[in-house]
């Protein structure tokens, strides 16, 4: 769509990641050379420099794209201040793309397998700017909504067959018509923006890319069910997310698409962001409620459900960023043509946060029906240094690792489950065959047991005794019967446990026993980590069969206790190395254990 | 309540008027309680002791209410912090890829842990769930300024920084 732009378009990713990896530089040292060289002057026609959304490829940042009229976007990947003059100098002005600077194919098979729907606008618009998410058919589908009855526009959203893209997978249409069916005239909307999964930030991209769409979609929503009143609840790690959102909503209430009577349409809808405070169980439909109403966040029974009984004893309607997201495209193009995208269970796109060992970490969005395996090695390139893949954690603290053999599992809300692991929010955690399996268990259930809120038993003490075994596991002090008691547990907390952070809770244990039993068994009978990563367990020492004597382990050692000469085996004093385990990361051929 | 207030002899002195300002911003909104905390955070760095009698005062709320959201929420801090806070993300990804080992070397070097703050109040060690910058794992933030794809020894390039700036 920005092809045929008449202007020259610089569109430079201005997200969390693009930020940290310096963005701003590049964006000033833009600004300036365009200043410098008078290079509007001698082109004759304006340049524009875009501070976009994430653009998906985090891990090749700074990314940017450079339009020049009546010409496809050029990409170029790792973008420094420095590279910048060149930039200018040869292609804007010699009409000539900076060799090598360019990405790589990679960046078209990155793209290639992914439909970008959601990310659409991200990554292409200037995120703060109302008038570019307007030329974007920005605010098309509440004005299109407006024109249906509620209930049908309700219908609308059941017949395209959105699911909750929170993790739940709840039909949202159905969700809706719960709390629309709720008397009362007071009702309230909550977008969850408490991305608490560790490895997960499609949610956090979405609001810093196109925050208008998700004020969009919670209109078509308000408008459905008949909220006066809507809150955000981000995460307040989220800085830059929270001030573009409030941006947004700044400018909608001064142009009146907020408010009393939004835009003319006929209805009222206000609304405010919550910043959490660093409450990972926040995210959990009741315990927000009760962040939002100033207390602990700790979760109520349900029922009663939020749609009956929510915020401030008002019926309340909970959907996730994305969801809300989805519901803007879904009035732009209609129910038809999202239902007749994915599979029979799972219809539109889904975004997920790709990281871990693989070799372009970053957002993709794919259609549903794409295969695990297709989304690892041909969107993300496969696994980083070209180890051997192990598993890929999905659905964060609540999911599970599938492993090799279950890579054909189709992203789909049913068939995640049935593989053992859930969509959940959408982050993948790619592991390769340095990563211990038991040690992830461990990671996960010291997560949730440090998260927990306490309230009820089988979270609180369980989950606490299930790390005892487990951190007792991977310190070589492992005892027979452990596994088992660990399943038991796991079991009986997952049925007694009040929300969701304890029902799901143990799940990253069972699916690591369920595929990689072998490898709890190694650490408790032979004390052996096969994977080398649980530090007791560690020798530090160069295998000499192994080692390709390349020099590399001396060069990251921070103690400078490896000797190394040319064509000799490395060798590791013992004396002097503090286990840091730099060099067994960095060894390419797993030649240090 | 106020009884309670008597008593604590050995209180802080501190000035109040931003405490004030922040609550009045927030007096009428329904779920007052945490964007007051929140912004008395931002004020004086912490939540003094005193700002949470204040407050309760006027919120008319029990102050072991208030300090049950203050330790219920991980961003809540009780005490005064360090000039440079580093928070160490020990979300998935960075784990994955050696997020313990950039966190031994920063607590080796400060000899504080988790949540502790160095005497000279130059830095505060924060281990945190999820920066959000995965992509660039492991990472660390020290105050605003994000560093990723951390070794062991660029971990300690950018310590010598901060520790030169002083």
């Known amino acids: 769509m920005a092809e045929t732009a008449e202007n020259v378009q610089v569109l430079i990713c201005t997200g969390t990641g693009g930020l940290a990896s310096g963005a701003q530089g590049v964006v000033e040292a833009f600004e300036a050379e ?72 990679y960046y078209d098979k990155f793209l290639e397998k992914q439909q970008r729907i959601i990310f659409s606008r991200c990554g292409i618009i200037d995120a703060e700017s109302m008038d570019d998410f307007l030329a974007n058919q920005g605010f098309t589908g509440i004005k299109k909504a407006v024109t249906m009855k509620p209930e049908d526009v309700i219908e609308e959203v059941k017949r395209s067959g959105l699911r909750g893209r929170g993790g739940g997978g709840f039909p949202t249409g159905v969700k809706w018509s719960f709390c629309k069916a709720t ?12 991305e608490g999964d560790p490895g ?108 009956v009984r929510g915020l401030w004893t008002y019926p309340t309607n909970i959907n996730n960023v994305e969801t809300f997201a989805n519901v803007a495209y879904i009035f732009y193009h209609g129910a038809d043509w999202f239902n007749s995208i994915g599979t029979e269970g799972t219809k539109g796109t889904k975004i997920f946060a790709l990281t871990g060992k693989v070799k372009h970490t970053g957002l993709v969005e794919v259609p549903a029906g794409t295969t695990m395996k297709e989304v690892i090695y041909d969107v993300c390139g496969g696994i980083h240094n070209n180890r051997k893949f192990k598993a890929v954690q999905a659905g964060g603290p609540s999911g599970g690792c599938l492993p090799a053999e279950a890579l054909d599992a189709e992203v789909d809300y049913d068939s995640l489950i049935k593989a053992g692991a859930m969509m959940g929010s959408g982050g993948l955690v790619v592991m390769d065959e340095t990563t211990c399996m038991v040690d992830i268990a461990r990671f996960f259930l010291n997560f949730t047991r440090v998260e927990s809120c306490g309230k009820c038993i089988p979270c609180r003490i369980g989950l606490k005794i299930m790390l005892e075994i487990l951190e007792r596991i991977t310190e070589g002090e492992g005892q027979e019967g452990d596994i088992e008691m660990l399943e038991d547990m796991a079991i009986d907390i997952k049925k007694s446990s009040l929300c969701g ?74 004396d002097k190395c503090t286990e840091c385990t730099s060099c067994y990361d960095a060894c390419r051929f797993m030649a240090i254990e | 309540m106020s009884e309670a207030v008597e008593t604590n002899v050995q209180e802080e002195e501190i000035d109040l008027t931003g405490a004030n300002q922040v609550i009045d911003k927030y007096l009428d909104m329904p779920g ?19 700002t949470v009698h204040l407050a309760a005062e006027r919120l008319n709320v029990y102050p072991s209410q208030i300090y049950g959201v203050l330790t219920f929420y991980a961003q809540f801090h009780l005490e005064p912090r360090g000039k440079y806070i580093i928070r160490i993300c020990m979300g998935t990804a960075c784990h994955v890829k050696g997020a313990v080992r950039i966190g031994d070397t920063i607590s080796d070097r400060l000899g504080i842990g988790h949540a502790e703050t160095t005497e000279d109040l130059l830095f505060t060690v924060e281990h945190v769930a999820c920066i959000g910058a995965c992509g660039m794992a492991p990472v660390i933030m020290v105050n605003d300024g994000t560093y990723g794809s951390l070794t062991v020894q660029k971990t300690n390039e950018v310590m010598d920084k901060y520790k030169e700036l002083g």
């Open chain 1, 200 to 307: 997960a930030f499609m949610d956090r991209s979405v609001l810093e890319g196109d925050p208008y769409g998700v004020i969009e979609g919670m209109m078509i929503a308000a408008y459905a069910i008949g909220c006066g009143f809507g809150y955000v609840y981000c995460r307040a790690e989220y800085p830059l997310a929270i001030k573009r959102l409030q941006m947004a909503i700044d400018t909608c209430y001064e142009k009146g698409i907020l408010g009393k009577d939004c835009m003319g349409l006929g209805f009222d809808f206000d609304m405010r962001i919550k910043a959490g405070a660093g409450a990972f169980v926040c995210g959990e439909e009741t315990a927000l409620m009760a962040s939002i109403e100033g207390e602990r966040g700790m979760s109520r029974p349900r029922p009663p459900f939020p749609a």
């Open chain 1, 34 to 105: 365009f200043e410098r060289q008078g290079v509007a002057a001698k082109i004759g026609s304006h340049c524009d420099v875009k501070k976009t959304g994430c653009r998906g490829l985090c891990a090749n940042d700074v990314l940017v794209d450079v339009i020049l009229p009546g010409q496809d976007a050029v990409t170029y990947d790792f973008v420094t201040p420095e590279l910048v003059p060149q930039i200018v100098e040869q292609h804007m002005l010699g009409n000539e793309p900076v060799p090598k600077k360019v990405a790589g194919p």
């Open chain 1, 183 to 194: 008397p009362g005239d007071k009702k309230y909307l909550i977008c969850n923006a408490d």
């Open chain 2, 32 to 50: 007052a309680l945490m964007p007051v905390l929140q912004g008395i955070q931002e004020f004086y760095g912490y939540v003094p002791e005193p």
């Open chain 1, 501 to 574: 952070l304890g029902q799901t809770a143990p799940n990253p244990v069972l699916s690591t026993i369920r595929y990689f039993r072998n490898e709890y068994e190694a650490h408790i009978h032979e004390k052996e980590c096969p994977s080398h990563a649980c530090k007791p367990l560690l020798h530090y020492r160069v295998i000499e069969e192994k080692c390709k004597k390349c020099g590399l382990c001396p060069k990251v050692c921070p103690v400078d206790c490896i000797s190394w000469e040319k064509g000799k085996v490395a060798y590791i004093d013992r």
